[in-house]
């Protein structure tokens, strides 16, 4: 079983930075991929972000060259710098984890409980 616990959300204004954090509860080693999805009222959860335990890295078209996503393995945590963010980034951001399948896009998936980013214009 993998707990994964989330911080770093908010309100900020458009052009803001907000850093999302999210600690595993086991060995990143284990763990095969790890990064964001995130869910907008009315709309399906979709993919932000993902790195594998290679080190290799995915982005949305919607946040390439403004979301970075990095791990720090010591601490079993990843996390996703959001830069010069957009008034259509507000969504619930979750954390999400995969140990038997090798990429974030298929299951099962485990999930953290969720961290609200608002970007107000």
């Known amino acids: 079983q993998v707990q994964l616990v989330e911080s770093g959300g908010g309100l900020v204004q458009a052009g803001g930075s907000l850093r999302l954090s999210c600690a595993a509860s086991?060995?990143?080693?284990?763990?095969?991929?790890m990064g964001w999805y995130r869910q907008a009222p009315g709309k399906q959860r979709e993919l932000v972000a993902s790195i594998t335990k290679s080190g290799s890295t995915t982005y949305a078209d919607s946040v390439k060259g403004r979301f970075t996503i990095s791990r720090d393995n010591a601490k079993n945590t990843v996390y996703l710098q959001m830069n010069s963010l957009k008034p259509e980034d507000t969504a619930v951001y979750y954390c999400?984890?995969?140990?038997?399948?090798?990429?974030?896009?298929?299951?099962?998936?485990?999930w953290g409980q969720g961290t609200q980013v608002t970007v107000s214009s």
């Open positions: 086991v060995n990143m080693f284990v763990i095969n991929a």
């Open positions: 999400a984890a995969v140990r038997y399948s090798t990429s974030l896009l298929s299951g099962p998936h485990y």
